[in-house]
Structure formats: C-alpha cells, structure tokens
C-alpha cells in the first residue's frame, strides 16, 4: 500500500484523506466508542485498504472500542476483523468496498453510520455537513446539484477537487505570507472517484511531501 505499513495510532492523522463515508464512521467510533456491523465491516475493509495489517487494526479496534474490557472486545469482535482478513472460516481475503457497493449496498438504518453521505443523508443533512468543512454556497450548490441527478461518485469527484484546492491554498498561505487566489480553485482529480480507497490514495499522494 501507498502508506507502507500503518500503526494503529497513526490513523488519526489521516483523516483528512478520507472521503466523507468514512470520515463519518471515524467520527462516529470517536464518538461512540462504537460501530454497528455495517460501519465495522465498510470503515475496517477501508483501513486494512490503506495498509493496517491485521495486529494492528486489532490494537486499532480494541483501543477504538475502548468501553468494553478486553475479555469482551475478544470475544464479541475480534473473531470478525481476524475473519475479513482472511484468518478465520472459509479464509476469504475480503477486498474494501468500493462505491457502487456501498452506494447500492443496505440503506443505512436509524443508529446505522456506513452507507454513502452522498447517496443516503437527507439534503439538509448533506448541506450542513459541506458547511462545515467550509464549502461556500456556490461550491455546495455544484456539489448538490450531482447529488440531485443521483451522480453520487461526481458529487464526491467534486467534493474532492474543493477541498483539496481549500487545503491546498491554507498551505499556499502559510507558505507565502498571506498569498491565497481568490475564485474557484481546484485540484484536478486524475479521475472520477470510484472507490473511497482511492479518494484516499489521491489525496495522500497529492500532499505527500
Ligand atoms: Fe465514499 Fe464513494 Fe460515496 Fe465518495 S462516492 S463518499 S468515496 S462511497
């Protein structure tokens, strides 16, 4: 993988390259100390996608789940992250899902965190949430207006090159004193995002010092 071998304590820090499907999750687990199956399985095939081997996306959930011992995180979840690695029943290596799977995959439930933002999340929802990442109303209305014609993966090829671009012009500033662009900057993305894994291989090579 592109990372080389990550340390369960180095996934924090790259956050920022990952798309919203699974920063959601990130944010969740932060949040709740938790994951139903649906976001274990979407968020944990992501990671091991970015290069977690198994040892350390064990020490990664066990530390992630932090309100349970470690007698029940063993025996409740560990099975399953040994099993998608391929180390427990039929042995299958499973791959990290890509777009279409999860786009066409289970609609996320009440208390449920995996699915796309773009596909799933209620408009307003989805608009709050751009806000927040401090998309101005002209990049938000781009990116809504994929959404509206069910483009999902342009409305994240679009979401990519946006904040890229903001990312891109914070460092531009701290760089040069002050120097940012105004308009609408972006960062050319190589292709249509098809797979979170490879929004997040995009991202981390373009700002790969
Ligand atoms: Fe994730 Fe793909 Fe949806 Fe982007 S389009 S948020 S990468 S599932």
Sequence with gaps: SITGELHAEDVNGLTFHMPPCMDQLHTELRN???LRHGGRMQYGLFLK??????EQALLFWQKAFGKHTAEQFNKE???NIRHSYGMEGKRTDYTPYSCKGIIMGSTPGPGDHHGCPFRHWPAAKLRDSLSARGLDDFDKEDVMQFVQGHHYQLACTRYFEVTRAMKMGILTETLQGGLVEGGKSRVASQETIEHPNQFFEQSYLLFRK
């Design 77 to 79: 979840y560990a099975y």
């Design 49 to 54: 996608g970015i290069g977690l081997p198994l």
């Design 32 to 34: 709740a100390q938790h």
